[in-house]
């Protein structure tokens, strides 16, 4: 499946491809800041994101980079991966890399666009995530844009030092 070109009022996602490696993006994905709620990040090099790009381009999933249309600066990626064709749903996931992005609108507009498509164009039925009960930041932006929770699970993992919840939350077409 192919990431096609989405326009919004402020934004242009594309299909995130080798092009997007840059030092701006390996920073993101080893700034501990950005990449404290996501299941990868850290240890990064262009070398690897090249390499983690090359298998994504081998799955059915969609993969947009996300860019600020005044200017075409890459900030962050947005996709649904894995897609379930047969149940016709996908799991989404979201980083908005740029710091100084960061509180402006940018994932609520993408996510907007992005759920959009999925249901009108791919024809998808439901979209789900799972999300750190202490990134109350992502979970106010889920919940804005008409996530609901259907579920919350103790993790074994750590989030600055304490054991979380990871929650998960479904919207349906």
Not at 63 to 79: Q, S, T
Not at 123 to 142: C, E, P, S
Request: proline letters at 1%.
């Amino acid at each position: 499946m192919k990431a096609i070109t989405i326009n919004t009022d402020r934004l242009i996602l594309k299909k995130l491809t080798a092009d997007h490696l840059s030092a701006a993006y390996v920073n993101w994905m080893n700034d501990p800041e950005v990449n404290k709620y996501l299941e990868s990040g850290g240890d990064y090099t262009i070398d690897k994101l090249n390499a983690f790009l090359i298998e994504q381009e081998k799955k059915n999933i969609l993969f947009w980079a996300i860019h600020l249309k005044e200017n075409g600066r890459h900030i962050g990626n947005i996709k649904i991966d894995p897609i379930d064709q047969e149940n016709l749903s996908g799991e989404y996931g979201i980083m908005i890399g740029d710091k100084a992005a960061w509180g402006k609108g940018f994932a609520k507009e993408a996510s907007l666009a992005v759920i959009q498509y999925c249901f009108r164009e791919i024809g998808l039925k439901h979209i789900t995530l799972g999300v750190v009960d202490q990134n109350q930041a992502a979970l106010q932006l889920y919940h804005n844009i008409g996530f609901r929770r259907i579920s919350e699970t103790e993790t074994t993992n750590k989030y600055n030092g304490v054991h979380s919840k990871t929650i998960r939350m479904s919207i349906s077409r």
